[in-house]
């Protein structure tokens, strides 16, 4: 048995909802509410018979007008590459040695340089280009396999310790911690520490002088001071990729580093590579 009645004072029948002694009544809704909501439930329906709306198994119906979004970007793309077509064939042939700025060459592959790193590059070396633990500093003049602008657009076109690119930069440090005892780590350590620090134990630095004569100076140096054919860094600046803490060097030399670098000439146009060369180059690092 149904709990409504009607409302004394207005003669209109209750929902049955009371709070707090007020009760609902059962009003309808105003028509111009009603007609307002079966309108959009029309527009609803044939919003998504003429655009795209319904999601399928691989992909969604193309409504009856055929409009697309990426469509629209690409067409907007493709008009903006166009009207700059010729400066990217210029940039394509250029000596990225000797960039003409009176063409506004240089302008031109620093500003799209900039929005391709920017887009591509700033998820590992920041924003900024001061990287990470483990991503490079691309402000400073400390580079692994050269700073000069055709050795940046090298590294940017092949990438690092890749295999997808058989010309990829490529160099690989042994894990000492399957080669060599505990004791003499410590003491290699503790002689790389002593070769930008004064705070070292000079006993212990001096013994891992010889474990690093004997199985480090082939690749970074007999003065430490690095290989940049082969990617060994230099020891002796204080600058480190991954720490240069006596635990993060310990950890490194134990276990080896191997960070790589994609090959972005297989995912950038050869214009895109040689700008965003130009730009890295530009932060004032470069050499």
């Known amino acids: 048995?149904?709990?409504?009645?009607?409302?004394?004072?207005?003669?209109?029948?209750?929902?049955?909802?009371?709070?707090?002694?007020i009760e609902e009544?059962?009003?309808?809704?105003?028509?111009w509410w009603l007609w307002t909501l079966y309108a959009t439930i029309i527009w609803g329906v044939g919003y998504t018979i003429a655009y795209p709306a319904w999601p399928m198994i691989s992909g969604a119906t193309s409504g009856l007008l055929g409009y697309s979004t990426r469509a629209e970007v690409a067409a907007d793309i493709a008009a903006h590459e166009a009207k700059n077509s010729e400066l990217a064939a210029a940039l394509e042939a250029a000596d990225l040695t000797a960039l003409d700025d009176a063409e506004g060459l240089r302008r031109y592959?620093?500003?799209?340089?900039?929005?391709v790193f920017r887009a591509q590059c700033s998820q590992c070396h920041g924003a900024g280009a001061a990287g990470a633990k483990g991503y490079p500093n691309?402000?400073?003049?400390?580079?692994?396999?050269?700073?000069?602008?055709e050795n940046i657009a090298t590294t940017v076109n092949h990438g690092i310790r890749n295999e997808t690119d058989p010309d990829a930069r490529y160099s690989q440090m042994p894990a000492f911690g399957d080669i060599l005892p505990k004791a003499e780590i410590a003491a290699v350590v503790e002689h790389v520490v002593s070769l930008s620090s004064d705070d070292y134990d000079r006993a212990l630095a001096e013994s891992g002088s010889t474990v690093f004569a004997d199985n480090c100076a082939a690749c970074h140096g007999d003065g430490a001071e690095g290989n940049r054919e082969m990617g060994a860094p230099d020891l002796t600046d204080a600058i480190w990729l991954y720490g240069g803490d006596r635990?993060?060097?310990?950890?490194t030399v134990r276990d080896a580093r191997f960070g790589v670098m994609p090959a972005?000439?297989?995912?950038?146009?050869?214009?895109?590579?040689?700008?965003?060369?130009?730009?890295?180059?530009?932060?004032?690092?470069?050499?």
């Open 1 to 21: 048995m149904s709990d409504r009645k009607i409302d004394d004072t207005t003669g209109v029948e209750t929902t049955g909802h009371s709070w707090d002694g």
């Open 25 to 31: 009544l059962n009003n309808p809704l105003p028509r």
């Open 109 to 115: 592959a620093t500003a799209r340089g900039g929005s």
């Open 138 to 149: 691309l402000l400073d003049d400390d580079w692994l396999w050269g700073g000069d602008i």
């Open 247 to 251: 635990d993060t060097l310990t950890a």
């Open 264 to 287: 972005w000439g297989q995912r950038l146009s050869d214009a895109d590579v040689r700008a965003v060369s130009v730009y890295v180059h530009s932060l004032g690092g470069g050499e």
